[in-house]
């Protein structure tokens, strides 16, 4: 957490400094061609997988959606935020009344956004007044209040045994299940919302953004006013997260209070340093991450599951502690020489 | 006499970037020397291999002693006090903590008392702010900190990393003639690494120029103020 | 016996690819039956849940040893169990309950949980895979077979336990006081539910409320508002040990000893009421339905040294100490056998069908007179709740307030 | 269009330290101004007062026509203030070149919705603000480092970065705190033609704090010195150099 | 008048308990300058180990004090095998790192322990002494005493000792602090190591009322991470004080204002926190960090 304003020790490098990376993807065709390879795996790979294959991979881009609502307040701004759970879940509750009450599944889907935004909004008005870890503490209170809340008004929100949801069925022209329709559903919002972030954040305002986290002073001399652009890192973190939770509806057809939970939260938090914090990849690569390392550590020892997430959580961070997203670097380092650089972080 | 510390063929990276390709120099006991050099040429990066914060190749002795391989802690526990480059103080300790860390090693309260004292006459400006925190110092007065907790340590040897930035002239004048006078009464020896070269000259009784990591020129100092170059890059008319 | 439209199985969850006489559904074959649990097995009720998974797997870890259960079709089969964390997140449950449908498992059981199952019912019902013997006291997963056929509890409702005792209350024909203090969730509410249906329009007047969340370390506060009523009764709807523990001692600081319930959850004599000082209240109830292995009065008893044994021989690397969801869950192992017996066909469907025509089966580590019925619908099947009350050694039937 | 600065009466203390007292001072458009003194004197706290990052506890600040204590600090730079930090404050992980773009952002055009959309607007703006800090970069000898991490540079050269930065913003009055601090004496000479040669194509009000004589004569028009949050004496360098007052407080006999 | 009393001594055990982890997490901020989320599960593997030296029949007492000393060597431990790597580092990778530790932590006492709860017996016995209308727990007593008796030892330590003065030089600024010939590397172990010992004292303090189960503490973290951020994370005494304060708001609220109720109780401490750090950023106690330009 960025507790004491040290400048050397900022947050992960932004993507891309390398450089003179393979000259082959300097190339313009080749990466076109690359992304074109990208794009069609993706779109065609759920009909070739089983459901429950689908379905994980409906959750990876779900919650690659909140990571980067929490990557874009946190790794890009540097503003802790314990929070991203409950943004997610008011989304989904936002999303379950409005399918409930029959809605347009488009303007639900707005409101998913926008109330979360509002809410986070008005917190950040407050919040973005504090430094450091003060703004973690508010954001913390999000979660312990928001689940006595979601308890509290039941007939919203089916209390404390939650809600099942069916909505967004395979239309029958698609010819396709309901798996995979959410799953193409899903996938294209997060694609749309990664575009979205990864121009925000390059630019104007994701050089505003990496000010504030790296030194306010400055950003003041330069004319970007920090309390402003937290309370706008804050209202984008919780858009995105009310993204994410309408994705999650989507894919889980079910919400409860617990998935407001802190411990909801923390996981996103760790999912986003794993993947590479203020990097687009990195959010992507948390929610692979997010999804998967359960599952990985279920498969080792279902009755230890979790004991070994947390063993690869910290081996993930032992060889790469910039997270997933700088495996490239590392490889072309330990490549070109192998000269690890150990004495100069001995400081 | 012997050299005490001596710099032989010494390399040093950062990463994979190499920065220094072969620095040698020795500084006798007592005695002082002076590196000068362009920005980035690797004046700091030379005092830093001595002190263990980069990576380095080639062989760096103290006092008969090779000093590759060991940690900054090591180093400065062997009687090396760093001052470093840019504000090397402890931002969120009061000036007198800061004076009491630097002499961290050593265990006569007393004599550690009279030489906070002396440390505070010599730059009355920290005696003003004794118990602020460091942070809040001007640059100037940061920088007087820094080398006050450098003397702090009583060192055997003192490498200044550019110890006048940011000091007034007088300052600048009084702190350097402040050391000359230390070195003289404790046998402190020095590597002074300087930008203002007839500030550092005040003190030193030869230089070595660096050069985009190779020491290029060196001397005592009379025979360097005499060469044109020197003149018109470092000392200037 | 068990209303289903089971008319057409036209929805083919389970499409089973070789055209044999009767296709059997994914997770079993000749001599193997394999099922899930998707249960919290880290976090704060990884305690219960791994008890859940440890129960279970010791029961069919005997019968497998002994050799398999001989099923209905005349096959004997071992039963492999396979079990998912889950957290206690309900995601996770759905998540983790899709793989298991990946991972070919026959049927979803006896998890622990009510959001979670919640959350997998539906889909369990859709998909019509079987999601029996669940370890959760909310009513709806018995409630209404005909919308989820699929879907079956084990242990008695909340509700009813609630009410049981509410019951004895109004038995006593006198007026009473009652200080409520309830998990705010479903668990609470539910015995709350079934207090207050039991003395609707009686002379018992339920005269305080504090609530608590499952995640407080403490509830003293709510202790001292309920003892400044100084109610007759203090009743516990309490989940969590540490809690119910600690409201105990607190009203007896307080000096406030009225008679006491405990839910079957968190009544474990050694567990709680010791450390409680049980002793020190008139009365103490409780509606536990099964024997509590860690009770040293029970130490001889058959039932517990086979489960004990049991326990240590196959469920050790799973836990190694006991809640009464472990003896449920080993329960369940003998409800489920029940089951295979009956089961004539190697489909989720006639294992449906047996599983709801079970009656009167004598389950271990059940209390002597506690069986397991399965053939009235709308009810779990352990359905009998006996209000017993402790006598200062053990829980024995009550004889009324 | 350069701005003109004045200061009235400005104070400033901080639980009983007064480190500014009653300072006024006025540059006027166009020209640079010399701020010396001792180390303590309060130099960088007055570049503070005007940036907006203290607050004078009395006095006014005014660029133009516009009180600068009633704006926001982070308005000021849109009335063209930029300002560098006597020590050098980068972004350490990021590259010379996005350092430097930072110096743009009160240029750019858009809020976050047009940004987001990459509206074509931006994209154009964006692509010039680029060509424009490579420009500057190269001006200032630092043109080999556009793609470099800041902390692979030595410390020497991150203040040309910081100049480089504040002059992306097209400033009408720019404050240095001590740019020549840590260069060469030769580096020092091409510091000073380069802040020539920048005067002539921009029309801009430099303040400047700095210890290096050499520069203070070779580029103010005016000098102003500060001793113990005082005003001591107002002049042109060569009055500042022979004035006791000021060699006794800072200069020192032997220089 | 005697309710009142009561919640408020109810207020500040639970309170305490908070107390008792939250000095920890100061401990740890102090020396290292990181915030530890393991701290939950560092101090319940300690009151394991407690928990296992009095089944082999060692008196309570020896067996925490025992447990205390074997933290600490397990505590510095940790530091030099896993945090070392991550020192000098991006701080949100080093607290991502303390989640998976105490994911890891939790996780293995739960295999060494099993889940569920174990009773720890109390170095305090049950009774209670009247005290203005209110009855009120020795243990109670005994767990507040304790807090205190550590906080007061933890501002001496860091204000009054050479070795605290290290500890905090090395926190702030490791470079600087190792060229002052200040064995970096030994001292974060030390930090570390003593953040765990306190965690063992806290665990095994709290343990007989919270029952021993792998996860004794994860709410109990929460809240006592609010209150070493409200206290001002870099005071012993903010935090406890903070800790007091979140314990005796919750009770007050929940029993006097009835719209909030119990469920919703904890969101009047927090919110009047929030109001305290906007007026104060530094916490209660904390020294308002000075910035400088
Ligand atoms: N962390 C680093 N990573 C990579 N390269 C570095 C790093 N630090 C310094 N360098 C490079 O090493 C070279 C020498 O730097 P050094 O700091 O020693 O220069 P210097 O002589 O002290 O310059 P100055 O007068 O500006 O302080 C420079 O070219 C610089 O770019
Ligand atoms: N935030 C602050 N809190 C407390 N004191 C401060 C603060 N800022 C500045 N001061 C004090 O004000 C005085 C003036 O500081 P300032 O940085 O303005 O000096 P300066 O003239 O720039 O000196 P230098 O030449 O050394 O940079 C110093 O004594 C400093 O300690
Ligand atoms: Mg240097
Ligand atoms: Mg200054």
Redesign the pocket.
């Known amino acids: 957490m960025s507790g004491s304003p040290r400048p050397g020790a900022a947050t992960a490098a932004p993507a891309g400094t390398g450089g003179r990376l393979t000259s082959v993807l300097a190339n313009r065709w080749v990466r076109v061609g690359l992304a074109l390879v990208l794009v069609a795996l993706v779109l065609g790979a759920p009909l070739n997988m089983t459901p429950y294959a689908v379905y994980q991979m409906t959750m990876v881009a779900v919650f690659a959606v909140a990571v980067l609502g929490l990557n874009i307040v946190m790794g890009y701004t540097g503003q802790v935020s314990l929070g991203q759970s409950a943004f997610l879940g008011l989304g989904a509750y936002v999303t379950a009344y409005g399918v409930t009450h029959g809605w347009n599944l488009v303007l639900t889907f707005v409101a998913a956004c926008a109330l979360p935004a509002v809410i986070g909004w008005l917190v950040a008005l407050a919040a973005a007044r504090l430094r450091g870890l003060a703004i973690a503490m508010v954001t913390i209170t999000l979660p312990i209040v928001g689940i006595p809340l979601a308890r509290r008004f039941d007939e919203i929100t089916g209390g404390s045994g939650g809600m099942t949801v069916a909505f967004l069925e395979a239309p029958s022209w698609s010819g396709l299940d309901n798996d995979q329709w959410r799953y193409y559903v899903v996938v294209l919002v997060a694609a749309a919302f990664f575009l979205l972030a990864s121009n925000l954040l390059r630019g104007r305002i994701g050089r505003a953004f990496a000010i504030v986290r790296d030194n306010e002073s400055v950003a003041m001399a330069m004319g970007v006013s920090p309390y402003r652009y937290k309370v706008l890192a804050f209202t984008v973190s919780a858009l995105f997260g009310g993204c994410a939770g309408f994705l999650y509806l989507a894919g889980v057809q079910y919400v409860s209070p617990e998935t407001l939970s802190f411990h909801t939260a923390i996981n996103i938090l760790a999912a986003m340093v794993i993947g590479g914090s203020a990097t687009i990849v990195g959010s992507l690569l948390g929610g692979l991450y997010y999804v998967f390392v359960p599952f990985v550590a279920a498969q080792v020892n279902p009755n230890r599951a979790a004991m070994i997430s947390g063993i690869i959580l910290l081996v993930i961070l032992f060889v790469l502690p910039g997270g997933l997203a700088t495996l490239p670097r590392t490889v072309r380092r330990l490549r070109r020489g192998g000269s690890s650089s150990r004495a100069?972080a001995d400081g | 006499m012997s050299a005490l510390l001596e710099l032989d063929d010494v390399t040093a990276?950062?990463?994979h970037?190499q920065?220094?390709y072969g620095v040698s120099l020795a500084v006798e006991d007592g005695g002082a020397v002076g590196?000068l050099?362009?920005?980035?040429?690797?004046?700091?990066?030379?005092?830093?291999a001595i002190s263990g914060m980069v990576r380095t190749g080639g062989s760096i002795t103290f006092d008969g002693m090779s000093l590759v391989g060991l940690r900054p802690d090591q180093v400065a526990r062997l009687g090396i006090a760093h001052v470093p480059?840019g504000r090397g103080t402890l931002g969120h300790l009061t000036v007198k903590e800061n004076l009491l860390v630097g002499a961290y090693q050593r265990k006569n309260r007393a004599e550690i008392a009279q030489d906070v004292e002396r440390c505070l006459d010599l730059f009355p400006n920290l005696a003003d702010r004794i118990s602020a925190s460091a942070a809040s110092l001007s640059g100037g007065e940061q920088q007087m900190l820094a080398v006050a907790r450098g003397i702090m340590a009583r060192p055997r040897l003192l490498l200044l990393?550019?110890a006048s930035l940011g000091l007034a002239p007088s300052t600048a004048a009084n702190v350097y003639g402040a050391i000359g006078r230390l070195r003289r009464e404790s046998s402190l020896s020095m590597l002074v690494?300087e930008?203002n070269a007839a500030l550092a000259f005040t003190l030193v009784e030869s230089a070595t120029v660096?050069e985009?990591?190779r020491s290029v020129l060196s001397g005592p100092k009379e025979e360097l103020m005499g060469k044109d170059e020197i003149r018109r890059a470092y000392l200037g008319s | 016996a068990c209303g289903r439209d089971s008319g057409g199985g036209g929805g083919g969850g389970g499409g089973g690819e070789d055209g044999g006489a009767v296709e059997s559904s994914p997770g079993i074959t000749e001599d193997q039956i394999t099922f899930g649990i998707t249960t919290p097995m880290s976090g704060p009720t990884a305690g219960p849940g791994t008890c859940t998974v440890a129960g279970v797997t010791a029961y069919m870890g005997r019968r497998n040893a002994e050799g398999g259960i001989e099923f209905g079709d005349g096959r004997t089969r071992t039963v492999e169990i396979r079990s998912y964390d889950d957290a206690y997140d309900p995601a996770r449950a759905v998540s983790n309950f899709r793989q298991m449908i990946n991972d070919g498992v026959f049927g979803n059981i006896q998890s622990l949980g009510t959001p979670t199952n919640l959350a997998v019912m539906p889909l369990a019902n859709e998909q019509q895979v079987p999601q029996v013997f669940l370890t959760t006291g909310a009513s709806q997963f018995s409630a209404d077979p005909e919308a989820n056929p699929y879907t079956l509890g084990f242990v008695p409702t909340y509700v009813s336990e609630g009410e049981a005792f509410g019951q004895l209350l109004v038995d006593a024909g006198e007026p009473i006081t009652v200080a409520v203090l309830a998990q705010n969730d479903d668990f609470g509410n539910d015995y709350v539910e079934g207090l207050e249906s039991a003395i609707e329009g009686s002379d018992v007047e339920i005269v305080a409320r504090a609530t608590y969340e499952p995640a407080d370390t403490a509830v003293d506060a709510q202790i001292t508002d309920l003892a400044d009523s100084g109610a007759d009764v203090f009743f516990n709807a309490n989940s969590q040990h540490n809690l119910a523990v600690q409201s105990l001692l607190q009203a007896q600081q307080l000096g406030w000893t009225p008679r006491v319930f405990l839910p079957s959850n968190t009544s474990s004599v050694t567990d709680v009421l010791e450390p409680g000082n049980g002793g020190a209240f008139p009365g103490v109830f409780t509606t536990a339905s099964s024997k509590d292995p860690n009770d040293p009065v029970y130490a001889e008893d058959e039932d517990v040294v086979q489960f004990q044994e049991d326990m240590a021989e196959y469920s050790s690397d799973i836990t190694t100490t006991f809640v009464p969801h472990c003896a449920w869950s080993y329960a369940a192992g003998a409800a489920l056998e029940e089951a295979f017996t009956m089961m004539e066909e190697p489909t989720r469907d006639s294992f449906m069908e047996a599983v709801r025509s079970i009656e009167g089966l004598d389950a271990p580590m059940l209390l002597d007179g506690v069986t397991i019925n399965t053939t009235e619908p709308g009810v779990p099947p352990i359905n009998e709740v006996v209000v017993t009350e402790f006598n200062g050694e053990k829980y024995v039937e009550s004889e009324g307030y | 269009m350069a701005t003109r600065l004045t200061l009235r009466d400005v104070s400033l203390s901080f639980g009983g330290i007064h480190v500014l007292q009653d300072v006024s001072l006025e540059a006027e458009p166009g020209t640079v101004l010399g701020l010396v003194g001792p180390n303590g004197a309060g130099k960088t706290s007055l570049f503070n007062c005007i940036s907006g990052h203290y607050r004078p506890t009395a006095g006014s600040v005014r660029l133009d026509d516009v009180d600068a204590l009633r704006l926001h600090p982070s308005r000021l730079a849109g009335v063209g203030l930029a300002r560098t930090f006597q020590h050098p404050a980068l972004q350490l992980n990021a590259t010379v070149l996005e350092n430097v773009l930072l110096g743009a952002h009160s240029r750019l055009p858009g809020g976050p919705v047009s940004w987001s959309l990459r509206l074509p607007a931006t994209a154009r703006a964006e692509r010039e603000v680029r060509t424009d800090a490579r420009e500057l970069l190269e001006r200032f000898g630092l043109g080999w480092?556009v793609s470099?991490?800041a902390?692979?540079?030595?410390?020497?050269?991150?203040k040309g970065v910081e100049l480089c930065r504040a002059m992306l913003s097209r400033p009408s009055l720019l404050l240095l705190d001590e740019p020549a601090a840590?260069?060469?004496h030769g580096e020092v000479e091409q510091f000073i033609a380069s802040i020539r040669d920048l005067r002539q194509d921009h029309d801009v009000t430099i303040v400047v704090v700095e210890h290096h004589m050499g520069v203070i004569a070779a580029l103010t028009d005016k000098v102003v010195v500060l001793d113990h949050g005082r005003k001591l004496m107002e002049g042109t360098a060569e009055e500042a150099r022979k004035d006791p007052r000021v060699v006794e407080a800072y200069l020192g006999v032997s220089a | 008048m005697a309710r009142f009393v009561q919640l408020v001594v109810d207020g500040l055990a639970t309170g305490s308990i908070y107390a008792a982890l939250a000095l920890a997490i100061v401990l740890v901020n102090r020396a290292t300058g990181l915030i530890n989320f393991a701290q939950g599960s560092m101090a319940v593997f300690s009151t394991y180990i407690a928990f296992s030296f009095v089944q082999t029949g060692l008196p309570v007492a020896v067996a925490i004090l025992l447990a205390v000393v074997v933290s600490f060597f397990f505590g510095a431990f940790i530091e030099r095998v896993v945090i070392r790597r991550f020192e000098g580092g991006s701080h949100d990778v080093a607290v991502v790192v303390t989640v998976g530790l105490f994911v890891l932590l939790a996780g293995i006492s739960g295999w060494l322990w099993s889940y569920n709860h174990r009773e720890f017996p109390s170095l305090f016995p049950l009774d209670s002494v009247p005290v203005a209308g209110a009855a009120v727990g020795l243990r109670n007593i005994g767990t507040i005493v304790t807090v205190v008796a550590v906080m007061g030892l933890l501002q001496l330590l860091f204000l009054k000792t050479k070795l605290g003065l290290a500890l905090r030089a090395v926190s702030g600024n490791q470079t600087s602090s190792a060229l002052s010939g200040l064995p970096v590397g030994r001292l974060l172990m030390i930090g570390w190591g003593l953040a765990a010992a306190l965690g063992a004292i806290g665990g095994a303090l709290v343990a007989p009322k919270l029952f021993l189960t792998p996860s004794m503490l994860d709410f109990a973290l929460v809240y006592a991470l609010a209150a070493a951020i409200l206290g001002g994370l870099d005071s012993p005494v903010g935090a406890v004080v903070a800790a007091w304060f979140i314990g005796v708001a919750e009770n007050l609220a929940g029993g006097y204002i009835s719209f909030i109720g119990d469920d919703l109780k904890i969101a009047v401490p927090m919110a009047l926190m929030f109001l305290i750090l906007v007026v104060r950023p530094q916490g209660l106690f904390g020294h308002r960090e000075v910035v400088r330009v």
């Open positions: 100069a | 990276s950062y990463g970037v920065v220094l590196i050099g362009a920005n980035g040429a690797g004046k700091t990066t030379t005092l830093r480059e990393d550019e690494v930008q660096l985009t990591g | 480092a470099l991490r902390d692979e540079l030595s410390h020497g050269l991150h840590g260069l060469s």
